[in-house]
């Protein structure tokens, strides 16, 4: 891989782009890429054309190497389309289902192809540790989608830091089916499992049926996956055999990306046997900031405490440490820090001030030192002038014996400013109804936080990565004040 990018006239410090599902060519192509001491720029493979184009030209990617097969969520004509309007970028390479697969673009190589003939030793390129290694784009939740750099640094430190905070094993088997283009999936399994020489699994698609079969057949020890995944596999049944195979060999189960619902990890821990532990972090910070410590049991809601070499705090809005069980922003500095949004000085000032990074989360630290993650201050509902925090409603709500699922948003009201509406997946075969509900709600709520407004839903919109995404169900919205409740 090195060798063909060395060819192509790829140079230290030049930028690679790679979308590809989790199939062993995405760890090839991040290694060789790092190996020609270029920095790599993972892009999610969901991403429709125009969207490349932006990823593209944004990042200075001066090749792209681009998942074409079966499953390719684009057509490899449009990807080209695509590659044409990045002046940068001068160099495209087809991913193929197998080696050998013709190229669907007769003037596009395959990877394959490419491969061929070339020498199989390289002499790695000399990067330094602030040499940028990573491009990691953020969502765009608000705005264009950033790249954040990532250096050689914080890669590194981050998978040696998850060595300590999973208690890494060689023998270790990881069941990798976190996309590899994602910071958790990148760092907590991917870079960690080879840093120790750990096994990897890789899975290009999550199927509940699926995952608990490769975890009986493969014997995995560690399951890494956001909640949405814990609650699909709760409601997929393994017989007794299967079970068996799995509580036998799995000693770890790792959450993160979104907070995890108490009710799913008390569920999981009662049908599997081990415990979820929850982490927390971002792409801005490598990602890995803090974890549950193994060794004491988890506290449900906490995301732990900070991993080694990392401060936390809640400040106010002043920037000044607030008192334990008080809520403020989350703050984070540490060796997982980036340097910086690419080409974006005025939006790094912004986020990194004095050394530390505001992660925008509402959160608390409490008596025992580990931190809650209360709400994303965006997701914040203000209803007649009451602050509303959807996580902490969204965790009521999973207690409901009949609800499966549940999002928590605030949609516009013309007399309370917001008003709360829930989203929810019933358990299967239950007719619970929404009059039933708001009733249960407003025994279990205090009166100015209850939901009024219920959509049911037999799915909810999600990212690859399988978080909710609530600003589609926002988008999705019909008027939300057809029905004004008091």
């Given at each position: ?8 006239g790829?140079r ?5 782009a ?13 290694y ?11 892009l ?5 054309p125009?969207?490349i ?27 080209a ?36 003939g ?43 830091t998850?060595h300590?905070t999973?208690?890494a094993?060689?023998d270790d088997?990881?069941?990798?089916v ?53 609650w ?16 036998a ?6 959450s ?13 821990r ?9 982490g ?7 990602p ?8 004491r049991?988890p ?8 991993v080694w ?6 400040v ?51 008596e ?25 409603l ?21 007399v ?5 509406k ?7 075969g239950s007719?619970?109804?929404?009059e ?27 990212t ?16 939300p ?6």
């Amino acid at each position: 891989m090195a060798n063909l990018l060395a060819d192509s006239g790829v140079r230290r410090g030049d930028r690679v782009a790679l979308s590809c599902p989790n199939l062993v060519d995405f760890p090839a192509l991040y290694y060789g890429i790092l190996k020609a001491g270029a920095a790599v720029v993972p892009l999610n493979v969901m991403l429709q054309p125009h969207e490349i184009a932006y990823h593209l030209s944004d990042s200075g990617a001066t090749a792209f190497f681009c998942y074409a097969g079966a499953a390719a969520a684009v057509p490899a004509s449009k990807t080209a389309e695509a590659v044409a309007l990045a002046p940068s970028c001068e160099h495209l390479f087809l991913i193929t289902d197998r080696p050998g697969d013709p190229s669907p673009l007769d003037e596009v190589p395959t990877l394959s192809a490419a491969l061929q003939g070339r020498a199989e030793t390289f002499e790695t390129v000399c990067t330094a540790e602030t040499d940028t290694a990573v491009i990691l784009y953020t969502s765009g939740t608000t705005g264009r989608p950033k790249g954040a750099e990532l250096t050689h640094s914080n890669m590194v430190l981050n998978a040696l830091t998850c060595h300590r905070t999973v208690e890494a094993r060689p023998d270790d088997v990881h069941l990798v089916v976190l996309p590899l283009f994602h910071s958790f999936g990148q760092t907590v399994q991917m870079n960690a499992a080879f840093g120790i020489g750990a096994r990897l699994v890789l899975m290009p698609r999550f199927e509940a049926a699926d995952v608990l079969r490769t975890l009986a057949d493969e014997a995995v020890t560690l399951f890494a996956g956001v909640p949405t995944m814990y609650w699909k596999l709760l409601g997929e049944s393994a017989d007794e055999a299967t079970l068996a195979r799995i509580t036998a060999n799995l000693r770890m189960a790792v959450s993160g990306g979104s907070a995890l619902p108490p009710e799913i990890a008390a569920r999981f821990r009662k049908a599997y046997g081990v415990d979820v532990r929850e982490g927390y972090g971002l792409s801005e910070t490598s990602p890995m900031v803090s974890f549950q410590t193994p060794g004491r049991p988890p506290k449900p809601g906490s995301i732990g405490g900070p991993v080694w070499g990392v401060e936390m705090r809640v400040v106010d809005a002043g920037g000044t440490p607030v008192a334990d069980g008080e809520t403020g922003e989350l703050v984070v500095r540490g060796h997982n820090v980036m340097k910086g949004y690419l080409g974006r000085p005025e939006a790094t000032a912004e986020l990194l001030q004095d050394g530390w990074l505001h992660t925008g989360d509402v959160a608390r630290r409490d008596e025992d030192g580990d931190f809650v993650v209360v709400d994303r201050a965006k997701d914040l509902v203000i209803r007649g002038g009451y602050n509303i925090y959807p996580r902490e409603l969204e965790d009521v709500l999973l207690t409901h014996p009949e609800v499966s699922l549940a999002a928590v948003v605030g949609v516009p009201h013309p007399v309370h400013g917001e008003e709360v509406k829930a989203f929810v997946i019933r358990r299967p075969g239950s007719r619970l109804s929404e009059e039933d509900l708001r009733a249960w709600c407003k025994e279990a709520m205090a009166a100015y936080k209850y939901p009024r407004l219920f959509e049911f839903h037999d799915e909810l919109p999600m990212t690859a990565s399988g978080k909710i995404l609530k600003r589609e169900l926002r988008r999705a919205l019909p008027d939300p004040v057809e029905r004004p409740r008091s």
